[in-house]
């Protein structure tokens, strides 16, 4: 099979048949089932889907509401394609932007193709403007030049999906998890974007804190996940060495004085004292987290998990 659709919704019943009919249209070249995975709608969507299932229509149901990137997640364990793609069940993503994506990953040897809503048709301050920032925000971090990192619409070859875990709220760096994995060839494509017809966005403003909070969680997992105390320790010996010699500062200017026999200020007269006493205390409490990170990514199963390309 080339393709396998994956389509993550929640509350999207209206627009379920328009997008299958739109798929069907754009995709007539390939073969191709589309999964969709509903997340615990509660509108009716799974009748919806039901009554469209056949052979290469499948369906996974959630109990409950997890979110978009566990959806993901079950979408990407059922793919059978050599070709993965998502997309949103909106309708505000379009489906005749995947041949092209599909021939640039084929015939260009990417492993990734990500959308660019560059002309985006959603709220201006509510999501254009943030989505900016974080978009800047993210290249930098990642150092993967996309403009659109969140983008809904993707293609991946079927190995990087199965390689990859998402987890949590971590839809939003598919492409950075996939670059920590080894699969480095990203590209991006301009596509289409519409307004939302149906239903309401299920994402608010929130989406940017809680983003850059997952976005520094990455950033730290990728570089010192597997040897926290790399991290943790070098703080702690700054802050420590800060803390000792201010320390030592304060000692000498005390004993100085007192034999030249000159009154002196008490030690903890001074603002000094109190950085001193801080900055001694933050570095043990900061090895202390190095020690116990150093536990916890011990213990971890994935400790040892290498991503092999090749063997001989
Ligand atoms: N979605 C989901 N689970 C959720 C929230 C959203 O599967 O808990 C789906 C939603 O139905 C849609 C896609 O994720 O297919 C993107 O959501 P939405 O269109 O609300 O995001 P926006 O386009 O506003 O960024
Ligand atoms: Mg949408």
Redesign the pocket.
């Known amino acids: 099979m080339d393709l396998s659709i994956i389509i993550?919704?929640?509350n999207?019943a209206e627009s379920l048949p328009e997008l299958k009919a739109w798929i069907d249209r754009s995709l007539k070249d390939f073969s191709y089932e589309i999964i969709f995975v509903d997340?615990g709608s509660t509108d009716g969507s799974w009748e919806v889907i039901r009554e469209m299932a056949d052979k290469n229509v499948r369906g996974i149901r959630f109990r409950r509401?997890y979110?978009?990137s566990a959806?993901l997640y079950e979408g990407f364990a059922a793919a059978r394609g050599e070709i993965v793609v998502t997309m949103?069940?909106?309708l505000?993503d379009s489906p005749e932007e995947i041949p092209e994506m599909v021939r640039m990953i084929r015939e260009e040897g990417y492993d990734l193709m990500s959308g660019w809503k560059q002309h985006r048709k959603?709220n201006a301050l509510t999501k254009n403007l943030p989505s900016k920032l974080y978009n800047w925000t993210a290249r930098k971090v990642t150092g993967i030049k996309l403009h659109d990192m969140n983008c809904?619409l993707k293609a991946y070859k079927a190995d990087v999906v199965k390689n990859i875990e998402v987890y949590g709220e971590m839809h939003r760096y598919i492409p950075y998890l996939a670059k920590n994995a080894g699969f480095d060839k990203i590209g991006e494509k301009r596509v289409h974007h519409q307004k939302?017809k149906y239903g309401s966005?299920?994402?608010g403003l929130d989406r940017f804190v809680h983003g850059f909070l997952d976005l520094m969680s990455l950033w730290f997992l990728s570089r010192f996940g597997g040897k926290p105390m790399h991290f943790f320790g070098t703080s702690g010996i700054l802050m420590f060495l800060v803390g000792f010699v201010m320390t030592v500062w304060i000692i000498v200017a005390k004993l100085v004085h007192q034999a030249q026999g000159i009154k002196f200020r008490a030690v903890t007269d001074q603002p000094l004292f109190y950085l001193a006493l801080m900055a001694v205390v933050l570095g043990v409490m900061l090895f202390l987290a190095g020690f116990l990170g150093e536990m916890v990514s011990r213990s971890s199963a994935t400790r040892n998990d290498y991503q092999i390309k090749e063997r001989l």
Request: proline fraction near 5%; charge should be negative; hydrophobic fraction near 20%.
């Open positions: 993550p919704l929640y999207e997340d509401n979110g978009k959806a949103d069940a909106d505000q959603d809904g939302r966005s299920k994402f």
